[in-house]
């Protein structure tokens, strides 16, 4: 990958090497060079998503995995592991198959994370759909893609969902759940919602989770054969601003190493809990938060379906987390939310910055008044899975 020279600022690219280190040795571009090498003696594993998970269980069954804060629901990783397997097994029973594209549209919530793996699990290819897209946008990327089954919650915050999904497939009204032909979307087979209520022809999250049985769970252990960490296993969507979004196919062994490498950048180790408001339909939260947490058997705390500082700041003391990720603004919002406040955040100590410039006195008052002595940051793109750079915590 090459990056222009003046991309790298002497202030970046000083907080991208040790003290006292040699800079030729690290890469870093000297005397108008342009492009930057970075550090090849780390091991890649080959392995894919469902093989780095059973690892985890294995290791860390009973810890938490993941907390709701604002639903209350507490996973371990053997609870996890369960719920994984009944989805994946469900959604075997409608029909859908290593290769087959499945959307989500959702802010953060359990079900995000669970389809997330049980996709995985079949090594059907998970599609991130933005919980902003109007119906043109999911329109197009449903398409795009050709998405056999999509989940979605019923609404989030102004977006009614439900009634979007009707208006481009009127022909639910009138559909078996499963069986939808839709004009406008010729591929889509399944509508899952993730409520009580599903409104005609669409599954409850629930129903899905049920339909598996012993043939679907035999099925399971056969697929585990057929899956290549080289198989395609996400598609995300970039943001399009010169014109329709594109999506980006990423691999097991794309996600899964940097997900690795970003997490073994800030230290997290299995005793750490890691806050993550970002949203999951983005590469920060699903691959390097996820991911990242499960790659080193930490818990997971979603403080919200989205960001929202004081619900954020009250996770980070409530649950005392050790590492917190989030954008400039984010941080600059909870730096904002502490004035007056009385919060023991003693506990934390690393995270991530990203997705925008970040200033020298947000880093500095980060790390003084919310305890983050190692915060990193880093740079990257949807089709990188997604850091190419990041800072180190020396």
């Known amino acids: 990958m090459s990056v222009p020279n003046e991309s790298l600022s002497d202030q970046g690219r000083a907080a991208c090497q040790p003290s006292g280190s040699d800079p030729s040795a690290l890469g870093v571009p000297l005397g108008g060079q342009s492009h930057v090498r970075g550090e090849t003696t780390a091991d890649l594993e080959h392995v894919t998503i469902p093989r780095m998970f059973r690892r985890a269980v294995s290791r860390h069954g009973p810890k938490d995995a993941l907390v709701f804060c604002e639903t209350g629901e507490r996973k371990s990783y053997h609870d996890f592991d369960r719920d994984i397997d009944a989805l994946a097994s469900g959604l075997l029973a409608l029909g859908l198959q290593k290769g087959d594209r499945v959307g989500i549209w959702s802010p953060n919530r359990y079900e995000w994370v669970l389809i997330q793996f049980a996709t995985a699990r079949i090594g059907a290819i998970l599609v991130n759909v933005n919980p902003a897209y109007r119906i ?219 997705g925008a410039p970040c200033p020298m006195e947000v880093m500095e008052q980060i790390s003084t008044r919310m305890n983050l002595r190692e915060v990193t940051i880093c740079y990257g793109m949807t089709e990188t899975s997604p850091v190419s750079f990041q800072s180190l915590v020396d």
């Open 136 to 354: 043109g946008e999911l329109e197009f990327a449903l398409n795009k893609v050709g998405c056999k089954a999509l989940v979605l919650a019923p609404s989030f915050k102004s977006s009614d969902y439900l009634s979007m999904i009707m208006e481009l497939a009127p022909e639910l009204e009138s559909c078996e759940p499963g069986q939808l032909n839709a004009a406008r979307l010729p591929a889509l087979g399944s509508v899952i919602v993730t409520g009580a209520d599903p409104g005609p022809g669409a599954f409850t999250f629930d129903e899905v989770r049920d339909l598996g049985g012993p043939a679907q769970q035999r099925r399971l252990h056969a697929i585990d054969d057929s899956l290549s960490p080289d198989d395609a296993i996400n598609i995300q969507f970039t943001s399009g601003t010169t014109g329709a979004p594109k999506g980006a196919t990423l691999s097991h062994h794309n996600i899964v190493n940097n997900a690795r490498f970003v997490t073994d950048r800030i230290r997290l180790t299995e005793a750490d809990r890691l806050c993550i408001p970002v949203p999951l339909y983005h590469c920060f939260g699903m691959v390097m938060g996820v991911l990242g947490a499960v790659s080193k058997g930490a818990a997971m705390v979603f403080p919200g379906e989205a960001f929202e500082p004081r619900a954020t700041l009250q996770a980070l003391s409530g649950e005392r987390c050790t590492a917190v990720y989030g954008v400039p603004t984010m941080f600059v919002s909870m730096l904002q939310e502490l004035e007056g406040e009385s919060l023991d955040l003693e506990s934390l100590r690393t995270g991530i910055m990203a």
